[in-house]
């Protein structure tokens, strides 16, 4: 009944689940304890899941598994180590934040959301991704609005639960269409529509989608959420939750829309302007922002926008740069998040000036935001500018030179709010210019974390070719 | 030796710059021994010379000898070559004889000695470089490189108005060889290589259109570029009035070798390059020329009969001497060939020997008033003969020499210059007697407010008396008096070596 | 097995950055001995490089390749030839200079070792990257350290704009050229980056001339072209002392020679139809900057825009498109690579003690400053292009090859010799001697011995290869036979 690759095509959740599992005893029966021993669990697990799912549930070719559920290929695995990555590092940054690191319910609940995601990456049928989704956002506005005494914390997760049911219902009525018009909810099977329905398909779907990786036009819930929310989850929210739902993105039309059907060009032509559109405003309204958290929330916006880009080329190179975007992304923004979780926590201000002199209160800190916000930038040798380079290669090979120029008008853009704040961290002094009498002190999880981020980051920057290729491998899947 | 003799001419032209390295490592504050090391090694190149001198054949005074050739630039085809013929040999000669004088001359600065001694040694390199090159780029080389000591030196030793002559003098002088370079770059896209005689060769030879144009027209265009260049450093009228702001702000010594050898620098370039690369155009636009000599002539005279200030009167006198220099010139661009052309051209290449002596010897006259007086307003003198009766009867001497009296080594040139131009451009000559005239007149002018009339008390009595000249500026006079009155007397032995040059090459 | 120069050269800033990041802020003797011994070590690497280069053989030499990423076609391919092996020994020469000047950094010199060697690792990276990838991506390290060099340690009336404004040219111009080097990517059809093959690719003559603009002008915005050349002066002065030595001396022949590797040798065609456009913009660079930069009060100012001047007379000589031309711009980068170096390092110099860097405040330094004072006028005779100095062995061949396409731009270009003569002979009268004010009495305290020796060394260049030529010429030539070839014998 349950063949090998079965039990291989889920292990990750099985073993996330057994993780969960056993993060719940351990809160209940092992009271007396440093707040911090769950978060060392959590990511201890985690690491080993990640080692462990690497090596074994690797797929040696693409299949459908449980009657058509889940897609078992190289797309969903490697979505799935990189959401198990991001849990691990979220897991750490999380353990030092008093109203979240000590209570099992946090971590219970971002493991959760990591097997929605999970499943998200995989699912093969309407129905699984739609459980999927869900799976994944509802704990996410729970965290979202875990710091139950900030009023922000709580208007994030109200915002979040509004924005996010309203958007999967909408979803949802747009796979009920597709269900309705092709008696079948299996995405493989989903083809053949006429030109009305299609639109409103789209239409539908996407804005699901769309509001899951804060696209223009359904970007607005992303910085009051970002803002609001308990800067770690801010972290996992902007990074791999936004990832999940490009994969489901990618899976979804080049599924329904393969490259070479009449609707290819059409959606092309709609995921472009969609692309230029988020870019352009994350950019431009991130200019004028002065609370980092709402900053990054808008550069996070914009860098959807490039990551879209390389989904408009429909090819293999493109969702191949797609992927590696990602990936260089998640450790990118987990790093910038990280190191405002790290601040924040012991001075308590999310403000861009309040950030004066930080390089000279923690000297490896800044080297983190230096390291994370460059990569934000596309700056070698960072993963940010490799990925940006194959995304708009991916543009310009499918002879969208025009998408690529945007492209990178707006990377001039971010370079600039980048750029001025790393001057605030680098140049400005402190009133009374005595950094070293205030320092910031950064606890072990959070130096772990980050120095294996920033790591992550050269790394992808300057050996970039095994990384492209696993991207690729996973494009592959889908074509 | 056998290194010396093959290399003589690079022997002569690199020392300087060698003394001048070593001086750069004397010690601070020894004045006097970077003085004397500064006069020694500048007699160096002169004794040099005199070999040079004796071992040329003066038979063949037409032929380059003593040539050397290497690769300098290989990949513009520039060459480090130099020779001499007699033309370049008489002018070698002034520059390595006039040097240890203006050196000696020098030995009453006392400011920053060593940097100025550096700096003297350093243009001399520069002065025999173009006189010995014969390839082109190597002479704007060294034209060029002759051009930042004498900045400094009037920059830095010079009198009140020195920033603003100095500056003029550097951008003059760089603007004019402006169309020089563009003029010497197109020659060598041309003929791809630089060396003067391939160039005079193919340049003549050349028909056609070049780059689109009439050769004619390219031709006459890189004529004048060449001419601006050289007029303005002769100076030729109107490019002419950077020199009395440069001559009279310039230190003594800075005067003599500006006066006494860079004038002749354009005249020479006038009569190696333009004349020999340009002969149609030359003798198409002599009348031009000669109504600029003239000009000169008349109004370097008329202008230093006009001035008080015998620095300036002295400098408006190059003016006029080179006057006749250009003259010469252009009767010989003119009359290519002729028996008229050889004697102007030895006439116009004696007058710049002669100048060379002449004016130098003024020069320094004048410093030696202006050390003891601290002026040199014409007008605050008077009567000086008694009290200085030996610097009187020196600069009466040099005064005729400079008037061109007969006997000394000034009417010789002018005398040559006259015969050779009046058969060809008539009616310029006799116009140039005018400032002939004139020439008597400010230099009997200079002389009198000096040296006659009555006596200025101010310098005869007190703190300002005036003092005898002393033994070492008479010695910086001697040779220049001794050449002075040979010339005149008896001129062959440095005609001969002319003569037989610009006979054959002219 | 050879041993891998290049690697090493280009990955030694790195680890020297690396190492000095580690250390505690406050051993800054320590600091500055390690940024020292690293800068030694890459000046003796191409110093040995540069005599080592077989100027018969000519051709890309020392070549290594290490597969970066073999599905795109991109590879570690590094090589040398006849032109950027005197850039390769430039930026070891300024890289040194530049760390003695910045010995008296006091604030946080930790960072700023590290920031600087991560410029240098950049620079080192593209003159001897032979693959297009690799080329960007050393060029974009490039980059942003100058903004956090100047941003932070840099004047601070102006360094935040300038930081800025600096950053984002180059940063566009980088991206514009990075289009176009991705269109050529796709449109060749061999799947590589490598330039060597790229170089065989035979571009249709359409796709050359769309494209040979945009990536010409992106790399030329480094090297200063009018007009996009307005970043450069603000950016000289508000960098610290080294910052610009590196900034002039060498980031903006990063551009020029970028521009000739990926524009003029693999869009060949492209550049013969452009190449009058480009004549014109330079023609207005030598022009233009030689007048802006007489007006200049202030002394860095002045340089800044002395340099722009001078950029613009290698991108003239790239734009004649013929070997004499070509082979004087390349030398012209090396000197004035070095000329440039020079003033910043002696207006540093005269700046640290006067605080002030306007010429009719100054006077006076030569007495004080004797060495500033001659080595900077050694400077000035090589901006004139005075004979017997390296600034003349580079313009002249340049202007001749002026005069074999456009022999009338010559006669404009030469203008610029009689206004940099004056402005430069100007400033260097008031600024060095005259008067010195009576503020400074006291003040100004002589260099030190440290000093002493980059200045020296980087006169002693300009001379040595004024009077003898045949040290690097030569080796230029050889490239540009290369480079030559590529243009179809043009």
Known sequence: MFTSSMIMAILPELLLLTLGLLVLVFDLIWKKRDGRDLGWLTAGGLLFILVLSAFLAKPATSMEVFGGMLRYDMLGYVFKMLFIFGAMITSLFMMDSEKLGNRGESYILLLVATIGMNLMASAADLVMLYLAIETTSIPMYILAGFLRDDKKSTEAGLKYLLFGAMASTVMLYGFSLIFGFTGTTALAAITGFSLPL?????????????????????????????EGAPTPITGFLSTASKAAGFAVLMRLFLGLFPLGSEYALMWTMIMAVLATVTMTLGNVVALSQTNIKRMLAYSSVAHAGYALVGVVSLSELGVGSVTFYLIAYVMTNLAAFGVIAAFSK?????????YAGMSRRNYGLGLAALVAFLSLTGMPPFGGFVAKVFVFAAAVKADMIWLAVVGILNSIVGLYYYLTFLKVVYLHRMEGENEEAHPIPLSRPYAIALAVLSFAILFIGVIFGPWFNIASSAAQGLF | MDFLSNHLLSVILFFPIFAAIVIGFLPKGEDKLVRWTALVASLVPFVLTLVLWFSFDQSMSHVFQFEENYIWYATINSNFHIGVDGISLSMVLLTTLLTPLAILASFSVKEKVKAYMMLFLFLEMGMLGVFMSMDLLIFFVFWEIGLVPMYFLINQWGSKNRNYASLKFMIYTVGGSLGLLLAIQLLGVLFGTYDIAAIREGWTALSGTIMGMDVATVKTVTFWAFVVAFAIKVPVWPFHTWLPDAHTEAPTAGSMILAGVLLKLGAYGFIRLVLPLYPEQSAHFAGWLAFLAVMAIVFGAFGAYGQWDFKRLVAYSSVNHMGFVLLGIAAAAKAYGTANAHIAMNGAVLQMFNHGLSAAGMFFLVGVIYERTHTRDLRKFGGLFPLVPIYGGILIFTSMASLGLPGLNGFVSE???????????????????????????????????VLHGP????????EHKLTEINTREIVVMVPLMALMLSLGIWPSWLLTVINNAVTALF | MTFPILSVIIFSPLVGALIILMMPADRKTEIRVVALMTAV???????????????VAAGYQFIEKYDWMPSFGISLHLGVDGISTPLVLLTGVVMFTGVIISWGIEDRPREFFAFLFLLASGVFGVFVALDLFMLFFFYEIAVFPMYLLIAIWGWVKTREYAAMKLTLYLFIGSVVALIGALAMYFNSGFGTFDMLILETANFSPEFQKIWFLPVFLGFAVLGGIWPFHNWSPDGHVAAPTAVSMFHAGVLMKLGAFAALRVGIMLLPEGAKFWAPLILILATVNVVYGAFIAMIQTDLKYMIGFSSVSHMGLVMLGFATLTPDGMTGAGVQMFSHGVMTALFFAAVGMIYDRAHTRQIPELGGMMKALPWVGYTFIVGGLVSMGMPGFSGFVAEFPIFMGVWQVKPWVATLAVISIVITAAYIMLAIRRVFFGEMPKEFEGHITPIKTIDKVALGLLSGLMIALGVFPGIMVPMVESGVENVLRLLGGA
């Open chain 1, 198 to 226: 299609a639109i409103g398909v789209i239409i539908l779907i996407m804005v699901g989608v769309a509001f899951k990786i804060s696209l223009a036009p359904f970007h607005f819930w992303a910085p009051d959420v970002y």
């Open chain 1, 346 to 354: 012991i001075v308590g201000s999310d403000e861009i000036s309040d």
């Open chain 2, 415 to 449: 005398f040559l210059v006259v015969r050779g131009a009046w058969g060809e451009l008539a009616g310029y000559t006799a116009a140039g007697m005018l400032g002939l005239l004139f020439t008597g007149a400010y230099i009997l002018k200079g002389v009198k407010n």
């Open chain 2, 455 to 462: 006596m200025n008390e101010d310098w005869a009595h007190g």
């Open chain 3, 41 to 55: 070590f890459a000046l003796v690497l191409s110093l040995w490089l540069y005599l080592s280069y077989d100027q």
